[in-house]
């Protein structure tokens, strides 16, 4: 008799136990409806109504079905522990928080943060970090340099002066650069020379035609003669003319003469 009331009183437990769907919640004696994401209880149900729902307040969610009467706290992504929200909270979503730039998550779910690795000068970046992996760097091989600090600059290749038309002044190293410098031809060396002293040429040339000047204007200065028929042409006689008219009077007074010495 004992063991049949036991028996009858775990089945009725499971009966209890069992009695409500995948979506109530058991609350004194009575299965009610869950809340959607979201929301949760504010009133439970009875055997005469159902139960009353209400939504999550800013800053809180719930992302699953719930008989809850309170919302979970959004989590806070802490920039001091490298951090920053990658996917907002909503009502139905908690906040899901990633690396900053240029951090990298120290676990699985990323609670904390740490800055990616600098590779220092000498050596470059081999492998780029990502959200989960810091960067891993190496020392430059040859040929190649790198002069700072960086957590996503990989080695350069040294610069080849021929390809640029440059000769090599000094050969890179693993912090420095190749040095070039322009080539000068010989020609262009015998223009460099001749074209430095043209401005003292210039000045001689300049003072010697200031002399050659002075001297032919010495040189070419009118005569009387000329300065006579330049005077008589300004009173109003041509010079042409008054020396013909010169000429018949020298003639007439020759004829006179030889008249006179026949007479």
């Given at each position: ?6 028996i009858l009183l775990l089945v009725l437990n499971l009966q209890i136990i069992v009695c409500c769907g995948p ?62 929200a990658k996917h907002v909270c909503t009502y139905t979503r908690n906040t899901i928080c990633g690396p900053r ?133 300004e009173m109003g006689q041509p010079a042409s003319q008054t020396l013909l008219e010169r000429s018949v009077e ?14």
């Amino acid at each position: 008799m004992k063991q049949t009331c036991l028996i009858l009183l775990l089945v009725l437990n499971l009966q209890i136990i069992v009695c409500c769907g995948p979506f109530e919640y058991l609350n004194d004696g009575e299965c009610c409806s869950m809340c959607p994401p979201g929301t949760i209880v504010f009133k439970h149900c009875t055997r005469d109504f159902v139960t009353t729902c209400k939504r999550c307040p800013d800053g809180e969610y719930i992302e699953h079905p719930n008989g809850l009467e309170n919302c979970l706290k959004c989590k806070v992504c802490d920039q001091e522990l490298g951090l920053q929200a990658k996917h907002v909270c909503t009502y139905t979503r908690n906040t899901i928080c990633g690396p900053r730039e240029g951090y990298y998550c120290t676990d699985s779910t990323c609670q904390m943060g740490r800055k990616h690795k600098t590779c220092p000068p000498g050596e470059g970046v081999k492998v780029k970090g990502t959200q989960f992996e810091d960067t891993v760097c190496e020392v430059c091989p040859q040929g190649t340099y790198s002069n700072n600090d960086s957590s996503t600059q990989t080695c350069e290749k040294w610069t080849v002066c021929k390809e640029i038309n440059k000769k090599q002044v000094t050969l890179g190293t693993a912090t420095t650069d190749t040095v070039c410098e322009e080539e000068t031809s010989h020609t262009g060396k015998i223009i460099a020379a001749v074209i430095v002293p043209v401005p003292v040429l210039v000045l001689v040339l300049i003072i010697a035609g200031a002399v050659l000047f002075k001297c032919n204007t010495k040189k070419w200065k009118p005569s009387p003669s000329v300065d006579n028929r330049h005077g008589e042409a300004e009173m109003g006689q041509p010079a042409s003319q008054t020396l013909l008219e010169r000429s018949v009077e020298t003639e007439d007074s020759n004829k006179d003469q030889t008249t006179a010495s026949s007479g």
